[in-house]
């Protein structure tokens, strides 16, 4: 029993132990203009920060549009339904937002298609 907790609390853990939180300009040179793509709300997604503060974004639902802006050390993403400002933590190209939610990192402005984000995983 005690391996198996303190194997979950090393999981936990490494998750964010080694990853860099990133400052507000950081975060606009390392996530604007790419990719990121990751699961959230049961369903897979892929969207790109566009350097005029617009997001395009592509899900199992379908395309989809936002916008994002930089506030202190914090980004704020703006959907037709919801918005948030959140911390942005780095390690390599996992992307750890505060809420410990994660999604990944990759040059480029290319959305992946539904079906390569699930054949991913």
Do not use: H
């Amino acid at each position: 029993m005690r391996i198996l907790l303190l194997a979950t609390v090393i999981a936990a853990l490494s998750t964010t132990a080694f990853a860099q939180s990133l400052s507000g300009d950081q975060i606009r040179e390392r996530l604007v203009g790419n990719t990121m793509s990751g699961f959230d709300d049961g369903e897979y997604y892929s969207q790109v920060l566009n350097p005029d503060g617009s997001i395009t974004g592509r899900s199992s639902s379908g395309s989809y549009r936002g916008r994002w802006n930089i506030s202190g050390n914090e980004i704020c993403l703006s959907y037709e339904s919801e918005s948030d400002c959140t911390g942005v933590k780095l390690r390599g190209s996992r992307i750890i937002w505060d809420d410990g939610t994660t999604a990944w990192l990759k040059s480029g402005t290319a959305l992946r298609p539904y079906k390569t984000l699930i054949n991913a995983k």
